[in-house]
């Protein structure tokens, strides 16, 4: 038995580092701190001058590498990537940095999204002979650039992005040099930062406090930066708005101490907080929050209603990979692996519960039950995004739609099932008016349905049927 | 490197099963619930009716037990052990439960708490003939109860623990029964539940939680109790008050979801907060608290103060046992790898930062500073307890008295060395006043000096120097 | 499935090393050598001059230590075990060295042997409040000596001694000093050995080869040696004959480079063969012996007979732990994936197989119908022992009585059941004769059911029955 | 540390069953067999009628795979790979087999070989835009049939291998069928089986013993083979003699108890030790070989010669990965951990040591030398095989030219170096004459220095880098 997980996933993080004896290093602190963003495989590649090295494994960070294994990858440039992905035997194959040969020399990659037609360059690279090791888009944009008889890797890179369409934040080593590259659209974050001499990229600024390093600024959608010992230069311009940055990354994928698309998340998540005590007030007692995501927003909804926020849960710090259930199973075990209700805090009290999304509706559903066996009187359920309806296709890994709750239930079917006494979304508008960025440059897809640069419906499809 | 530690530590935590034909799985569970009171080994112990099956090892409560192991601990009859011990090539010796054979036929035993004349029984065991293979106190009650011509395993138990001086809430596997003991001034918690047919014993009550069973009562001090097919029956009576029940239990220890020594420890440590904003105001903008264990006396201060509690510092959920720092050493790397502040909700304000208490002082003066390089304005730290001026005998792993900041130095002291702008602890009488329980029944020695119970100085510096 | 291994399995094996600045580092190489003695789990024990370090484990010597593991383990006087043990959960508080403190210091001990008052005596030990934490024999004589009030450790192991019977080559870390002691009948090896200015003891000569140490003599029987520092002195004199030299070492569990009871393996089991060949001669054309144990006395009947040795079965080198049999399972499977019949030398021949024992039979039966599927013509099983009808009580591992083929069926319903066109055995006096060691000091009991020393029937059966 | 092995080293075994339930499990078995060609990594590939699953991973067969491992590779159709590989980062990327897919569908191969144009090839390709994960050479093998437009993926790989010169005896997974390919010198060895209505296909001939699958015949030179429940199609003919089989696969590779190349393997070494007696005899007492390559050869002298065969040395059955050395060295430790002379059975002999070959001469001179400390007389070295005087570029691992102790040096020069009293090497004329095939179908390069197929010099130095 797994720890329930009803929520959308990121499905990676990246990280580079250029200029820096210890660059390896560096990058594996970096992915460490963007740990949140993959769980289950991890890989950092080096340049040390002659040739690349590389290491790649299943895991968390923190187990993979090891002194011996960092000093096995010496050089000034590093890239990193953590990587969730689903189970199958080919899981290894699919870990990155993605490390080739091409005529243009070595190259690795890391890849933070998702493109959209991946299949049908596939079959039109594998029609002209290629051969592919993964199931990753990474390999296809890979083969692009090598197929590419361009004067320099700068170049075959460029003509590689203008051929693919999708959701791309990534990091390539080639040789003594790293490239950045966002989509135009911006779908997932990617910025720059300075440590020293050293530049260091990365999905989340939070890998930069790790690092020591400063923000210095977001790279631009549309943007492919070269990042060397002679510093960074552009190699494609910006893109113009409007983007696409995934308002989900907002919401719940990023960490609260990390700034993506301009913005505090921490701050973003306490206003969706205050607007959904707007929006869905609540007759009660006290707010609790579902820890650790739904607690920013908990506390925003406390403030603005002035109604008391209670650690009303307690979430269990050693949850480990699997759990033995005994064979006469135990009530909500799933969840109460997971999180504890604080019997004293919520017994006899009518009780605000804030969470960021349903997804399934099934651990919502544990967690009302729990509140009202340790004694809650009432269970107003808030969440602090609109109803999910959508997968996503840009590099989230979301449940196909008809496991989606909100995609074919009302909320009022939606609060029977969980068993609240109510239930409040916050409504879109609500949602982007948290937002110092302008509504349109956003993608919110997966709550509206309104899809960017989707291709044709049966490349969707077999998207969704992965 | 290892995260900063810079705590008290629980040493032990134990839990048993009696009358259910998964007992095994069950205080697996139970001990998955209680790893916060010991996290380098564990262990279980079954009796099928004919002998003792037993699994015990280094780590993790999830990562030593899987279904294999589990399987085979058959019986209805189990109980469990997590421990935090020191490291040495000792340790898996000492790690509980013990097993043994004696006149009295096969014993195991789980232990919390430590003796304080455990040195002068040893070495008048040890003389008569007496042979020790760990350097647990555990074994010295075992040895003690082997001894005693009895006439049954009860008997025999009770004058062991009649020899015995100091800290013990302990479960004795004894063939079909368990017996659960606790010593007459109460110092470590123990509670007696119920599961349908069977009972359990568990040192707080969130193991009962996951276990879907109920809270019946505390183990009284003093109280020995017999737990079989044919229900519960005390052995021993409780002793008269006063107690000596350890207050950090409620200050730290202890889960905020648990209840233990019969008041829930997350409401005590919300109170700590409202206290410690009476006792110790301060002039700010928000109240940050320091994950996890500062959190609930925060919202107590934020909530008496009527400053907003914001989540200035986030905590890293996928820490692990080491981080490889980079050459070219980070500031604050250490503490960086646990805690990260959001930069947004402290820059430019004034912070009360409130914690559970200073041990050393290192980590709090890496945390100011962090929260400054944030850009906090000012840093008013809180403490929600005395200062700690002495090292526990009674089963608590602290560090030297002279490591110990507060046992040498003033408060201006320990704030110039911190680096806060302010400091301020809570008095030990308006801890105690967070109590319900009357003051005289906690132990507050690691506070006040004032040790219940200590024999010989000869043996107290021996125990120190341990 | 594991690789059938129907064979006795030498209990123990032993090592100690004496004033060398390497000690855990030579007893682990010593152990190394040994492990053909016991593979199931290891251990070393040291002291550093202040306290005892040790560390055991399950497996091989190889994949237990490390140089990490090793330099955790400090000082010049070291002792080490290997040890096979029957499976089972407490495996581990099985393995040795058995460490201990008493009112004598602490006391490590390593064993090879069996005492045959073990439980009579472990049942008065419990009578008196003793507690046992292992089944092992070792346990008792530690109790026994923790006990005996004396001046000294070797007055304590003295009079613990003389209160054991049975089997025992032991060696005892007691601070700076190793005891050895070998039982009065001599059963199981002990040999004592110098390196330089250290000395060393270990169960079989072939431990000195890999230090570089030089055999200096047989610790006698009945002898107890003290070694330290100031040299070697002898602390209990040798027993006079007759002894029991288990014949067993000879036939098959000493390794053929190695010398035990004053004579020369490798040599004995050539004899044995030559021996053989007079006493069994057959009309055949090649010699072929099973791998390895049975190599030298098929090289010896082979020399007499002057019929060709041919390697006509190969052995596997890479046997593992377990093999996955396919769901159709393969004729011969568990013994194939051990050896392989070279069909080009034996197609079409009359073949002399020798081998050193036959057990339950069930092995030889495999290996004569895979010859005969390979294309031999005859098969002629030739043992260079007498046929085994008893188990043994002195530290080998042996099957219940009813498991050994020889304890009830006839040489011709054995021949009928391995399916050999003829079986022959070589006479006990025969196997006495080819040892210049006079006959009556060994011990045959496995051959003879002339059991020395043995107690009462109630304990011999109990052991039987373990 | 790690166990000397101055030898050359095989690079790979291949093995596929097709029309099995459990074909994985067989494979594994067959791999299991072919341990001896490659102990780095191993790999399984199978279709299930749907798709490829497959499992690489460094290691032991049988710790790479376990009951879980091979129930997630189901299906009939399997292939697996054991591969020999120098250290590196890169090892598991390198790990068969290869698993791609394209235009063809999803093919996997396993390659035991070398081609000795595939540096041009891949220069070639990568201007193509291929891009390479590997550095083997079967990825080339693999891009070639990707790129060419065939009907079919027979006609695909027809075309590759046509670009091809080298090595290669490869067996390629392509959904319901295995295509089995060997080059038209038949440089190594690949051999079909048929186990009930199964097919398989194995490098020797020993991986049938063990499944119980019976030789059909080699794969001939040039031929390839389509296996599917069909049956067995040629899809391309065998080419004409003469061939360039590997005769180092009879000297050593090979195990004693496999046919190839048309002949019994353990005859072919006895013959080889015979007459290495008649071109090199000795003034000596007994035979020794050094195990395990040189005993049958060290049989056939004894038999030629009338000097007795003698186990001088014995094997360690126990080596492991590493070992620690002390800190003192031992003198000779490195051939001591894996070899120990009896010396009962060598002193004061004179001695004639048989091996197969000698690479660097480091290990014989320890040999040499500890047969001396052992006590023998005089040590008359004698070598079933003539002076290895160049490197393999045909799929066997050999030390560069220069480190090949016979490239330089002359026979005298070796006997003074290795310390023996006389040397003699086998002549190439003679070795042959040990072979029923006509010695003008053996390829001697690593002993004549007559190399087939080699081009250019610059990629011939290339490889020698490696």
Redesign the interface.
């Known amino acids: 038995m797994r720890p329930a997980e009803d929520r959308f996933h990121e499905e990676c993080g990246v990280c580079a580092v250029v200029g820096h004896?210890?660059a390896a290093?560096?990058v594996?602190?970096g992915l460490?701190?963007l740990?949140?963003r993959g769980?289950e495989s991890a890989g950092i590649a080096t340049w040390d001058g002659h040739r690349v090295?590389?290491?790649r494994a299943m895991g968390?960070?923190?187990?993979i590498?090891?002194?011996k294994t960092?000093d096995?990858l010496p050089g000034e440039v590093a890239i990193g990537h953590v990587r969730y992905s689903t189970a199958g035997?080919?899981a290894?194959?699919n870990a990155q940095p993605?490390?080739?040969?091409?005529?243009h020399g070595p190259?690795a990659v890391a890849h933070n999204g998702n493109l959209v037609n991946a299949l049908s360059l596939r079959h039109a690279l594998?029609?002209?002979?290629?051969?592919?090791?993964s199931t990753s888009d990474t390999?296809v944009i890979?083969?692009l650039a090598?197929?590419?008889?361009a004067d320099s890797v700068e170049e075959a890179l460029l003509a590689a992005l203008a051929a693919v369409k999708g959701a791309y934040s990534l990091v390539v080593l080639a040789r003594e040099r790293v490239l950045a590259a966002r989509d135009p659209l911006g779908f997932r974050p990617l910025l720059l930062g300075r440590l020293g001499e050293a530049w260091v990229v990365a999905s989340e600024s939070?890998a930069f406090?790790?690092?020591?390093a400063e923000l210095v600024r977001e790279v631009a959608p549309g943007e492919v930066l070269r990042l060397d010992r002679a510093g960074v230069r552009q190699i494609r311009p910006a893109a113009s708005p409007p983007y696409a940055h995934c308002v989900f990354e907002h919401v719940y994928f990023a960490?609260?101490?990390s700034?993506v698309f301009g913005e505090?998340v921490?701050?973003v998540r306490?206003r969706l907080g205050e607007r959904l005590a707007l929006e869905q007030p609540a007759d009660a007692d006290v707010v609790v929050g579902v820890p650790?995501s739904g607690?920013?927003a908990a506390?925003g909804y406390s403030?603005f209603s002035g109604l008391?926020?209670?650690?009303g849960l307690?979430r269990?710090?050693?949850?480990?990979?699997?759990?033995?259930?005994?064979?006469?199973s135990?009530?909500h075990?799933g969840v109460?692996?997971k999180l504890?209700?604080?019997?004293?805090?919520v017994s006899g009290k009518r009780v605000v519960l804030v969470d960021d999304s349903i997804v399934r509706g099934t651990t919502s559903r544990k967690i009302v039950t729990m509140l009202k066996q340790a004694g809650a009187r009432e269970v107003h359920l808030r969440i602090s995004s609109p109803p999910t309806i959508g997968p996503c296709f840009y590099g989230i890994d979301t449940p196909e739609r008809r496991e989606l709750i909100a995609s074919s239930a009302t909320v009022e079917v939606i609060r029977q099932f969980v068993g609240a006494d109510s239930l409040g979304y916050l409504s879109e508008a609500g949602m982007l008016a948290c937002l110092e960025t302008p509504a349109e440059n956003f993608c919110t897809a997966c709550f509206s349905g309104r899809y960017p640069l989707l291709e044709t419906e049966s490349e969707t499809l077999a998207k969704t049927q992965r």
């Open positions: 004896p210890d290093n560096l594996y602190l460490y701190a740990q949140h769980q090295h590389s290491h968390y960070v923190a187990d590498f090891d002194r960092l096995r035997d080919s290894l194959t993605l490390v080739v040969n091409t005529q190259l594998e029609g002209e002979g290629a051969i592919f090791q390999e890979l083969h090598a197929r590419f008889r939070c406090d790790l690092l020591g960490r609260p101490d700034r505090d921490g701050i306490q650790d607690i920013p506390l403030r008391p926020f209670v650690l307690v269990n710090h050693y949850v480990g990979r699997t759990f033995i259930e005994p064979k006469q135990i009530r075990f109460k692996v504890n209700p604080v019997r004293a805090l």
